[in-house]
């Protein structure tokens, strides 16, 4: 993920810290850095590496809070501002959301009397810092919000959707929708989409249809933010071969405890530059939201892990520095409550204990100049599999090898009725891109070969 310096400090107290700074403690902090780039006007553009289970870093925010933790320095949320509203959105839009598995949770607020145009200068040196096209004032603030939060949206034009509404449901079947990206395609009834009243208006969680697209002769925009189920995502995704910051996100898992602060930074933003008044009220339909989620360390069992004592003070400062809230619970439990952007990375103690080795830093760890090893018997289940094997070989089987993968033709003669075949990456696979519905693909090709 791309990330420029200046706005990275721009959420720092002192917002003072150097490339190289920046790249030490990001890649303590597990997010190492490959590569820096001179921009001009002195800002520094640093791809980080983001491992899949730490979505909450693939923002600006999520990675000066890492920052933050580990150099001492004061994590500066941005104010949004007062917004007065008026009228009620009710009356401008209706929404469903017809499936909540696949849509934890879809919100959505409206704007009239915009003025869509160009946008101001800091704006276009942000995006343009990390290589995004400015494209007008309410498009440009999604894209903002995407990298300053972590929490893609989207806006549509209100006057392009049929029945004033916005429906959360699954395509029919060769339904068609037209993306941003210019190109047609042909949905099938596996796809989320967010629909008006009549048609699909853009492919849930991937990208927008150019159908809504806000442009200047918008004046209503609807603005909308949402989490959406990451395999439902990430399905649709490689089937249609369409890869955006938005979806990439979204595959990763996104809290809906996370749409507000985001939206409400965001809606600031809408009303500030394009000078539309904000309905009252939040459309909102989906699941509940999740309950806090609570876990107990105990300082014994990280001594035990780390092997080298950790004062539960010093413990409870780590944690919080993370945004971790921690209570004394007994004379050895800490009760932790964690945040909402990290609830799918830190389920269990053990991953509390690691955080607190990553913020202490790995090489306070000390590491043994021997390590001692047990060698254990083979495990029964081993032992019986290689027994089979020597009886079934000495009454004249053969054993093979084979892959989990197939020419389609071939498959397709195995392919039970109502089935249909499961295609992996063919860059990888170009002969045989589907994989096996049943051995004997593999084991025809043996006898053939042999």
């Known amino acids: 993920m791309d990330i420029s310096l200046q706005w990275l400090n721009a959420y720092l107290e002192p917002g003072n810290v150097s490339a190289q700074e920046a ?45 933050a933790a580990l150099s001492g320095r004061a994590l500066k949320y941005p104010e949004p501002g007062t917004v007065e509203a008026s009228g009620t959105v009710g009356d401008l839009l209706t929404l469903e959301n017809r499936e909540p598995e696949g849509c934890p949770m879809f919100t ?48 549509f034009d209100r006057s392009k959707l049929a029945g004033n509404a916005l429906v959360v449901r699954y395509a029919e079947d060769g339904e068609k929708l037209t993306t941003l990206d210019g190109k047609d395609r042909v949905l099938k009834s596996t796809d989320l989409v ?72 965001a809606v ?59 209570e004394q619970a007994g004379e050895d439990e800490l009760k932790c409550e964690i945040p909402p952007h990290r609830s799918r990375d830190l389920p269990r103690e053990i991953d509390l204990i690691e955080e607190v080795a990553r913020i202490k830093g790995y090489d306070a760890i000390p590491t043994d100049a021997k390590l001692s090893v047990a060698v254990s018997p083979p495990q029964a289940d081993r032992l019986a599999v290689r027994e089979l094997g020597r009886v079934l070989t000495g009454l004249g089987f053969d054993e093979t090898v084979t892959f989990s993968f197939a020419n389609p033709k071939k498959a397709a003669l195995f392919l039970g009725d109502g089935l249909e075949l499961a295609a992996v990456d063919e860059a990888r696979r170009p002969e045989e891109p589907t994989l096996r519905p049943s051995p004997l693909t593999g084991l025809l090709g043996c006898r053939h070969a042999n």
């Open 23 to 67: 790249d030490d403690l990001l890649t303590q902090a597990g997010l190492p850095i490959e590569e820096h780039t001179l921009l001009d006007g002195g800002d520094v553009l640093m791809d980080v590496e983001v491992t899949s289970n730490r979505p909450d870093c693939l923002s600006h925010l999520g990675c000066a809070r890492e920052v």
């Open 108 to 155: 959505a607020r409206v704007l009239t009397g915009c003025t869509v145009g160009p946008s101001p200068k800091w704006l276009v040196e942000r995006l343009e810092a990390i290589g995004q096209r400015s494209i007008n004032n309410a498009v440009d603030v999604t894209n903002f919000i995407t990298h300053e939060f972590g929490n893609p949206c989207h806006v």
């Open 194 to 265: 967010v629909a008006d009243g009549e048609r699909a208006q853009s492919l849930a969680g991937v990208i927008g249809g150019a159908d809504s697209e806000v442009s200047e002769s918008t004046a209503d925009i609807v603005f909308e933010i949402a989490t959406w189920d990451p395999v439902t995502v990430r399905t649709q995704a490689r089937r249609l071969a369409i890869n955006t910051d938005a979806g990439f996100r979204f595959q990763r898992g996104i809290d809906a405890r996370t749409i507000a602060d985001a939206a409400e930074r």
């Open 268 to 326: 600031a933003l809408l009303v500030e530059l394009t000078g539309g008044t904000l309905a009252g009220g939040v459309l909102s339909e989906g699941k509940p939201l999740p309950e806090p989620q609570f876990i107990t360390i105990r300082p014994s069992r990280v001594e035990q892990i780390l092997g080298i004592s950790v004062p539960a003070g010093d413990i409870i400062a780590m944690l919080r520095a993370v945004e971790i809230g921690v």
